[in-house]
């Protein structure tokens, strides 16, 4: 047994990491709404919704503009995606190793510890791609300046618009840059701002859906002799696990993606971690704002791990290397 799971590893890798670049190509634009619905304020809202954030998005930056910071998440998304599914499946390799039945409590424990693994990809790939998703809304915002200016001529004053805008236009950088400028500056550390909101979105997101999957993609089985499921189960059973996982944690995505977010539009504040961001929010925006983005990450989570199953039960790495696939669970 411990001879198939070491065979089977590398195919595990290239299993994520071919599922989750091709999830990536298919969902980022969404991913690119969510992250900049979740950003804009209340009352300096550009967006209604989806639909018109993408709407918006292709007229004022070309279809092109949907896909800001793709780059950065189809480089890295492999890792991710691999250390995900490959140490949820090695824990519960671990913990089922008395030969009982894996409970409840022990496939939450897996799914903790595979969400605990991935942050070490997931937080610099999420503060990469949040700059250069959200540089849009910002230079969006920075052409409205001369209204906002007029506002706060007759109603006040605001030290962040002050010190972030001015009548330069934004320019465009690259993850290379920001990557340069955040080690110059702060070293390592500055790659992983936000790194307790993530754990505190990742971490309970892998508890609700592995556990979840497994006992959904159980229930595909066509019998106790033949534990296969069909094609198209796997792949609703991940769709479905994934957006329940997603929707469940979406406070905690709104106050990592606020955390991680190094540019400030007009009149928005900054943020000394985790507890001063959700005490702000509820403050001045309220509970539903922990809210925002949520069905755009349903959307978006639902068919990545929809796509990273398939890919996953299908056995797409273990038939590149020639060996036999193998359920991820059987072990």
């Given at each position: 047994?411990?001879?198939?799971?070491?065979?089977?590893?590398?195919?595990?890798?290239?299993?994520?990491?071919?599922?989750?670049?091709?999830?990536?190509?298919?969902?980022?634009?969404?991913?690119?709404?969510?992250?900049?619905?979740?950003?804009q304020r209340s009352g300096q809202q550009l967006y209604k919704n989806m639909m018109d954030c993408l709407i918006k998005t292709v007229k004022s930056e070309g279809y092109f503009g949907m896909y800001r910071g793709a780059a950065v998440n189809l480089t890295l998304v492999t890792p991710e995606k691999a250390i995900k599914l490959a140490?949820?499946?090695?824990?519960?390799?671990?913990?089922?190793?008395?030969?009982?039945?894996?409970?409840?409590?022990?496939?939450?424990?897996?799914?903790?510890?595979?969400?605990?693994?991935?942050?070490?990809?997931?937080?610099?790939?999420?503060?990469?791609?949040?700059?250069?998703?959200?540089?849009?809304?910002?230079?969006?915002?920075?052409?409205?300046?001369?209204?906002?200016?007029?506002?706060?001529?007759?109603?006040?004053?605001?030290?962040?618009?002050?010190?972030?805008?001015?009548?330069?236009?934004?320019?465009?950088?690259?993850?290379?840059?920001?990557?340069?400028?955040?080690?110059?500056?702060?070293?390592?550390?500055?790659?992983?701002?936000?790194?307790?909101?993530?754990?505190?979105?990742?971490?309970?997101?892998?508890?609700?859906?592995?556990?979840?999957?497994?006992?959904?993609?159980?229930?595909?089985?066509?019998?106790?002799?033949?534990?296969?499921?069909?094609?198209?189960?796997?792949?609703?059973?991940?769709?479905?696990?994934?957006?329940?996982?997603?929707?469940?944690?979406?406070?905690?995505?709104?106050?990592?993606?606020?955390?991680?977010?190094?540019?400030?539009?007009?009149?928005?504040?900054?943020?000394?971690?985790?507890?001063?961001?959700?005490?702000?929010?509820?403050?001045?925006?309220?509970?539903?704002?922990?809210?925002?983005?949520?069905?755009?990450?349903?959307?978006?989570?639902?068919?990545?791990?929809?796509?990273?199953?398939?890919?996953?039960?299908?056995?797409?790495?273990?038939?590149?290397?020639?060996?036999?696939?193998?359920?991820?669970?059987s072990a």
């Amino acid at each position: 047994m411990a001879q198939q799971q070491q065979i089977s590893l590398p195919a595990k890798l290239i299993n994520g990491g071919i599922a989750g670049m091709v999830g990536v190509t298919c969902v980022f634009p969404i991913d690119l709404a969510k992250t900049r619905l979740q950003n804009q304020r209340s009352g300096q809202q550009l967006y209604k919704n989806m639909m018109d954030c993408l709407i918006k998005t292709v007229k004022s930056e070309g279809y092109f503009g949907m896909y800001r910071g793709a780059a950065v998440n189809l480089t890295l998304v492999t890792p991710e995606k691999a250390i995900k599914l490959a140490a949820n499946d090695f824990f519960r390799h671990q913990l089922s190793k008395d030969g009982g039945r894996l409970t409840v409590i022990k496939e939450m424990l897996a799914g903790c510890c595979a969400g605990m693994c991935q942050v070490t990809i997931t937080t610099p790939m999420e503060m990469l791609k949040i700059q250069l998703q959200d540089a849009g809304r910002l230079a969006a915002q920075q052409r409205m300046l001369p209204s906002v200016v007029t506002t706060l001529k007759m109603g006040g004053t605001s030290a962040v618009l002050s010190r972030s805008y001015n009548t330069n236009p934004v320019m465009r950088v690259s993850a290379t840059q920001i990557t340069r400028e955040l080690l110059r500056t702060k070293g390592v550390t500055g790659l992983y701002r936000g790194l307790g909101a993530t754990l505190m979105r990742d971490i309970p997101f892998s508890v609700v859906y592995f556990p979840l999957f497994a006992h959904l993609h159980q229930l595909g089985q066509r019998s106790s002799e033949d534990p296969s499921v069909p094609f198209y189960w796997s792949f609703m059973s991940g769709c479905l696990a994934g957006s329940i996982a997603a929707v469940t944690v979406s406070p905690c995505d709104v106050v990592k993606t606020r955390l991680q977010s190094l540019k400030k539009g007009a009149n928005e504040e900054t943020y000394n971690g985790v507890v001063d961001c959700v005490r702000k929010i509820l403050r001045k925006e309220g509970p539903g704002a922990f809210l925002k983005g949520a069905s755009c990450r349903a959307l978006v989570i639902a068919p990545l791990f929809g796509i990273a199953q398939v890919v996953y039960f299908v056995g797409v790495g273990e038939f590149l290397l020639g060996y036999t696939p193998q359920n991820i669970y059987s072990a």
